[in-house]
T-cell receptor, first 114, second 115 residues
Framework: NAGVTQTPKFQVLKTGQSMTLQCAQD?????MYWYRQDPGMGLRLIYY???????DKGEVPNGYNVSRLNKREFSLRLESAAPSQTSVYFC?????????????FGSGTQLSVL | GENVEQHPSTLSVQEGDSAVIKCTYS??????FPWYKQELGKRPQLIID?????GEKKDQRIAVTLNKTAKHFSLHITETQPEDSAVYFC??????????????FGKGTKLSVIP
């Protein structure tokens, strides 16, 4: 039981390049989330998927797109990377999508945009 | 907008002393208040949470208190140990628009326990 798995762990991009961050969970959770973590800024929600087939914007969605491929997988895409998107990205999941339940985080992706 | 304020941003304590981290929130309808611990280079992990119908909750050396009237909640760690050194995030469910509530995190407190 791996929990929440993110790939890649590290990535360096040039401005304007695109990439997709992958996330998968094996806990049969309904809801999945993408956060970014910047120094002194805490964790900010980018997008979330309350259930398979739905996605919604979070606090900082600009410059990102997401796909809930199936119940297990939720990907985050940067179409044209910018230096402001340099950050650590965490995927998370929760059992039902209630805001009153534990989040299970992946190990993170450290992204640098030059 | 709705937010969560967390203080202090850094905290150093001697091993064995207590540590207290405080958070305030803006939405009186908030009803869930978790605390996450993130060790250096690791993922955030839930250490304790409290719901709005409870004023205090304890789990061994950690406790959380909630004052709904004042809209603040605190994390208390007693008998601190070096392995308590980490960044701690508070969070609260806040209204995010269009009838939706989302978990919003504070900016974190870096706790250093000095042996």
């Amino acid at each position: 039981n791996a929990g929440v798995t993110q790939t890649p762990k590290f990535q360096v991009l040039k401005t304007g390049q695109s990439m997709t961050l992958q996330c998968a969970q094996d806990m049969n959770h309904n809801s999945m989330y993408w956060y970014r973590q910047d120094p002194g800024m805490g964790l900010r929600l980018i997008y979330y998927s309350a259930s398979e087939g739905t996605t919604d914007k979070g606090e900082v969605p600009n410059g990102y797109n997401v796909s809930r491929l199936n119940k297990r997988e939720f990907s985050l895409r940067l179409e044209s990377a910018a230096p402001s998107q340099t950050s650590v990205y965490f995927c998370a999941s929760s059992p039902t999508g209630s805001t009153n339940e534990k989040l299970f985080f992946g190990s993170g992706t450290q992204l640098s945009v030059l | 907008g709705e937010n969560v304020e967390q203080h202090p941003s850094t905290l150093s304590v001697q091993e064995g002393d207590s540590a207290v981290i405080k958070c305030t929130y803006s939405d009186s309808a908030s009803n869930y208040f978790p605390w996450y611990k993130q060790e250096l280079g690791k993922r955030p992990q839930l250490i304790i949470d409290i719901r709005s119908n409870v004023g205090e909750k304890k789990d061994q050396r950690i406790a959380v208190t909630l004052n709904k009237t004042a809209k603040h909640f605190s994390l208390h760690i007693t008998e601190t140990q070096p392995e308590d050194s980490a960044v701690y995030f508070c969070a609260a469910t806040l209204y995010s628009g269009a009838g939706s509530y989302q978990l919003t995190f504070g900016k974190g407190t870096k706790l250093s326990v000095i042996p």
